[in-house]
């Protein structure tokens, strides 16, 4: 145990000194709450050369697709052969669960899919197995906006009774949200404050009337906009 003390002690003298010279440089620190994904996954249960059906020494057979993953969202089916991920051959169970674990989440990876005698070509966006919420101290100047497109998903899109606002990344703070009539009349306001691990909002629509609105929230001197439908029927 004591051949690691060294060793977290430059670590914790290094996050000082990180942390120092950050308040150092900014006039003004904040602190980013932001998700982190971990693992890239699939999405499949893939089986043994003796689960095979056919005689081939090719490919990893697919036993089982889960639902709301990267490979049922492509339609990746039970009994179908991966041979290969980006031209790379895979033939061993282990050796396809490896390969998938090599890439980072979100890449894009070519599958070659062999399906009842046919071979397919595939590319697919992995997902995540596991994701985390953590913190970062930066200058406020260089901050990533989290009030952008990019960062902010609306769901359910139309919604009926709740409107999600999901972030990938917030500086902790105070936030005004609005919800506006396209013809400019506001409907909703209220202010909410960020604290740790806040990510998500979520807007009551269900005394809302039919139709398309505006959600524009709003921190210091950037605002964000964007449409939403209210749909019941």
């Known amino acids: 145990m004591k051949r690691f003390l060294p060793l977290v002690f430059v670590l914790l003298c290094f996050t000082t000194v990180a942390n120092a010279q950050i308040n150092q440089d ?27 059906e056919s005689k081939t020494d090719k490919g990893v057979i697919i036993l089982k697709v889960i639902e709301g993953t990267a490979a049922a969202d492509n339609k990746l089916q039970p ?17 396809a669960m ?16 062999l399906r009842n005698g046919r071979t397919l070509i595939k590319t697919i966006t992995l997902g995540a197995k596991t994701s985390k919420v953590v ?27 709740k409107l999600n606002v999901s972030f990938k990344e917030v500086i902790q703070g105070e936030y005004s949200f609005a919800v506006y009539m396209t013809n400019g009349v506001l409907v909703k306001e209220y202010k909410k404050r960020f604290v740790k691990g ?19 929230i709003s921190k210091d001197d950037t605002t964000y906009s964007n449409l939403f439908v209210v749909k019941r029927n």
């Open 79 to 95: 009994y179908d052969l991966v041979l290969a991920m980006d031209g790379e051959a895979v033939n061993r169970r282990g050796d």
């Open 135 to 161: 913190q970062e101290i930066v200058c406020c100047d260089e901050a990533v906006s989290s009030l952008s497109k990019e960062n902010i998903s609306l769901f359910p899109n139309p919604a009926v009774s």
């Open 26 to 52: 900014c006039k003004n620190t904040c602190t980013i709450d932001k998700i982190v994904y971990e693992t890239a996954f699939l999405g499949v249960q893939f089986g043994s050369p003796c689960d095979k």
């Open 98 to 113: 490896n390969a998938v674990k090599a890439y980072q989440p979100f890449d894009a990876v070519r599958f070659t899919i």
């Open 198 to 216: 806040d990510l998500n909002e979520e807007i009551n629509v269900d005394k809302l009337e039919d139709g398309i609105y505006v959600l524009k």
